[in-house]
């Protein structure tokens, strides 16, 4: 019986070791040389060297003087660990009252009108970009309440616009993080990561 035993207990203990410890360690290794920052959650550092956030997670920024990103449906509002979308259809009452009770906000706000993504979730909820239209259309807003000229928060808007993936994969996005600590570079506060 034991002769039958000790080679099933040896493999599996072999395996456990290879794919539970050697695997996971060499890709660890691996991800560490070759591309450092993405390994460790592409972090965007502020000048104190604390991290103000990540360039790939979103976060709820709501103060007026803010890009605000799109509505989130994981956890809380961007909990990362908790990443998802609602799953609802088009149909259900709860998705229609959350997209309509956005709409009703961003119109008291102003009467231009609404992008989609300004109104929906992404897949994940942690969605980090915004549409150009989405952001245009906050610009007076954030103008107002940082008291910067509407030119100057387009610029930054402009700075932070990135193009279609490879050229032609998908459409214009605007990285809203990047945007903000923008804002707060002009305005000389250093207001993030408190939103």
């Keep these: 019986m034991l002769s039958l035993i000790r080679p099933a207990l040896v493999s599996m203990a072999f395996f456990i070791l290879l794919t ?16 450092p920052a993405q390994a460790n959650g592409s972090l965007v550092m502020g000048k104190a060297g604390k991290p103000l956030g990540s360039a790939l997670i979103g976060q709820a920024f ?8 799109r509505p989130s ?5 961007y909990d990362a660990s908790a990443s998802s979308g609602s799953n609802y259809g088009p149909l259900n009452e709860d998705y229609a009252a959350r997209v309509k009770e956005s709409a009703d906000a961003l119109k008291a706000e102003s009467a231009a009108a609404i992008p989609v993504d300004a109104v929906t979730a992404s897949g994940s909820g ?9 952001a245009e259309r906050q610009v007076a807003r954030i103008a107002v309440a940082r008291g910067l000229a509407p030119a100057k928060v387009r610029a930054m808007i402009a700075d932070a616009t990135q193009g279609p993936t490879l050229g032609f994969l998908g459409q214009p996005t605007v990285n809203v993080l990047a945007v903000n600590m923008a804002l ?9 990561p408190a939103r």
């Design 62 to 69: 709501t103060a007026p003087g803010y890009l605000h990103g």
């Design 184 to 192: 707060d570079a002009a305005s000389g506060t250093a207001q993030l």
């Design 20 to 35: 539970g410890l050697a695997y996971p360690l060499a890709v660890t290794g691996i991800a560490q040389a070759a591309l």
């Design 73 to 77: 449906a994981a956890g809380a509002g």
């Design 126 to 134: 942690l969605d980090p970009h915004i549409s150009p239209a989405y």
